[in-house]
């Protein structure tokens, strides 16, 4: 079993910048990738970026250039700094974690990019 706490989302302005954070708990050693999602309000929940334990990434194409992962995986831990933010980055975003055969989610964390 593993639980996720992200932190890091909040208000942020057209152009600025973001950084979420999500660690993991429980059977941590076993999680082999790791990432984040969204869900904008009256849409699908989407891929951002994933990053799997050896360092793979798979990015999104609309946030492609402007998000960068980072994970320590003795700490069971995940970041994602996004830059230039735009208006449609607003949503929640979820942190995503994956075992083999399962997969876990946090709460998620509200982002809103706004002037």
């Known amino acids: 079993q593993v639980h996720l706490r992200e932190s890091g989302g909040g208000l942020v302005q057209p152009g600025g910048s973001l950084n979420l954070s999500c660690t993991a708990s429980g059977s941590i050693a076993s999680i082999w990738l790791m990432g984040w999602y969204r869900q904008a309000p009256g849409r699908q929940r989407e891929l951002v970026q994933t990053?799997?334990?050896?360092?793979?990434?798979n990015t999104a194409d609309s946030v492609r250039g402007r998000v960068t992962i980072s994970r320590d995986n003795l700490k069971g831990t995940v970041s994602m700094q996004m830059n230039n933010m735009k208006p449609e980055d607003t949503g929640v975003y979820f942190c995503?974690?994956?075992?083999?055969?399962?997969?876990?989610w946090g709460q998620g964390t509200q982002v809103t990019v706004s002037s």
């Open positions: 990053i799997t334990h050896r360092g793979f990434t």
């Open positions: 995503y974690a994956e075992d083999m055969p399962y997969d876990y």
